[in-house]
């Protein structure tokens, strides 16, 4: 199974990789990093097929998924 690894602390809680997820799998969560950003997480890691879609669209680099 894919795994999605967030880099909190770079994560600007713009919600585009959410759009971008065929499988609806992320959200942008209620935890906030040290910048004060609602940060994005998985929250169906089970659904994730490891398309990269996610990382490839966020322009913060915040996203790594490991296949």
Same mark, same amino acid.
């Given at each position: 199974?894919? *795994?999605?690894?967030?880099?909190?602390?770079? !994560? &600007?809680?713009?919600?585009? =990789?959410?759009?971008?997820?065929?499988?609806?799998?992320?959200?942008?969560?209620?935890?906030?990093? *040290?910048?004060?950003?609602?940060?994005?997480? !998985? &929250?169906?890691?089970?659904? =994730?097929?490891?398309?990269?879609?996610?990382?490839?669209?966020?322009?913060?680099?915040?996203?790594?998924?490991?296949?």
């Amino acid at each position: 199974m894919p *795994r999605v690894d967030f880099f909190d602390e770079r !994560c &600007k809680g713009c919600g585009i =990789c959410v759009e971008t997820c065929p499988k609806d799998c992320l959200v942008i969560s209620k935890r906030l990093n *040290r910048q004060g950003y609602a940060v994005a997480e !998985c &929250k169906t890691p089970e659904r =994730c097929n490891g398309c990269a879609l996610c990382a490839e669209m966020c322009p913060d680099v915040v996203i790594e998924v490991w296949k």
